[in-house]
Nanobody, 122 residues
Framework: QVQLVESGGGLVQAGGSLRVSCVASGRTFSSYSMGWFRQAPGKQREFVSAISWVGGRTSYADSVKGRFTISRDNAKNTVYLQMNSLKPEDTAVYYC???????????????WGQGTQVTVSS
């Protein structure tokens, strides 16, 4: 089992930046690919970004490419999502995910955090 706890969400103006973090516990963090999904009000949950457990390979949804950056610190069991040039449409609950596969699938993952709210005002 892997436990995931997100932090760093909040309210920011459009064009601003925010960094959300996720601390993992329970298993060897470096053996899991990590990622982020989000769910806006009235919408389905969607893939945002992922980072592999080896090699640091990353992937991004087209909607955030060039604005968001995912990274991980295996020594701290933490994955980060740096979000720049935020838009009102980025408003959502952001969920941290983990998976023992080499890379997070865009349709889901084995382990989920409780989520952190990110609100971007116009």
């Amino acid at each position: 089992q892997v436990q995931l706890v997100e932090s760093g969400g909040g309210l920011v103006q459009a064009g601003g930046s925010l960094r959300v973090s996720c601390v993992a516990s329970g298993r060897t963090f470096s053996s899991y690919s990590m990622g982020w999904f989000r769910q806006a009000p009235g919408k389905q949950r969607e893939f945002v970004s992922a980072i592999s457990w080896v090699g640091g390979r990353t992937s991004y949804a087209d909607s955030v490419k060039g604005r968001f950056t995912i990274s991980r610190d295996n020594a701290k069991n933490t994955v980060y999502l740096q979000m720049n040039s935020l838009k009102p449409e980025d408003t959502a609950v952001y969920y941290c995910v983990a998976d023992p596969r080499a890379m997070i699938r865009t349709n889901g993952a084995d382990y989920w955090g409780q989520g952190t709210q990110v609100t971007v005002s116009s």
